[in-house]
T-cell receptor, first 116, second 119 residues
């Protein structure tokens, strides 16, 4: 069963507008972490923001915020005031912690295109 | 402070050959994970190394093996290469924390990847 679902293959936004990238997850573990990464065409995965399952407040990092709705198992990324440099692939990931390790499980990603 | 470094950046191999990819973790990190990212897909977890042992493994065949050295650097080896092994291979480093403790934001830092093409 897919544990991370990103239903938007592509999103288009104008410069300076806000955009929301959707992510839903599935886990039975009460302790987990949710991540968003940006992957430009160069290939490197750039960490953007993290939300722990026990965190009371939604995470924010500059122009990035995470809209965490635990009951709905969603962790949407909100990018405010989009910039041309935000054009990239965005991945939502979940970290499950088991006895052995802490692998990240990724969604299929959303391609964001920002136009001027 | 050097981040995660991977070598080589690009590689072309022939079916049936063997390949070794290398990764140096971020300074202060002791855990290395490897991921395979096929074109247009999200990364898939291959395995994770900590204290020079494979601690966790994803759904990959035994052709995929690895090693971690005392300085925490790691290698990924793939034997008997198939066309389907063509992908971007990403290395991620992190700091190991026991599950019983609050481990907070132990995000994985990724390298720039090695793009492997099997022909």
């Amino acid at each position: 069963a897919q544990k991370i679902t990103q239903t938007q293959p592509g999103m288009f936004v104008q410069e300076k507008e806000a955009v929301t990238l959707d992510c839903t997850y599935d886990t039975s573990d009460p302790s987990y972490g949710l991540f968003w990464y940006k992957q430009p065409s160069s290939g490197e995965m750039i960490f953007l923001i993290y939300q722990g399952s026990y965190d009371q407040q939604n995470a924010t990092e500059g122009r990035y915020s995470l809209n965490f709705q635990k009951a709905r198992k969603s962790a949407n990324l909100v990018i405010s005031a989009s910039q041309l440099g935000d054009s990239a692939m965005y991945f939502c990931a979940m970290r499950e912690v088991n006895q052995a390790g802490t692998a990240l499980i990724f969604g299929k990603g959303t391609t964001l295109s920002v136009s001027s | 402070d050097a981040g995660v470094t991977q070598s080589p950046t690009h590689l072309i191999k022939t079916r049936g050959q063997q390949v070794t990819l290398r990764c140096s973790p971020k300074s202060g990190h002791d855990t290395v994970s490897w991921y395979q990212q096929a074109l247009g897909q999200g990364p898939q977890f291959i395995f994770q190394y900590y204290e020079e042992e494979e601690r966790q493994r994803g759904n990959f065949p035994d052709r995929f093996s690895g090693h971690q050295f005392p300085n925490y650097s790691s290698e990924l080896n793939v034997n008997a290469l198939l066309l389907g092994d063509s992908a971007l291979y990403l290395c991620a480093s992190s700091l190991h924390r026991d599950r019983g403790r609050h481990w907070g934001n132990t995000e994985a830092f990724f390298g720039q990847g090695t793009r492997l093409t099997v022909v």
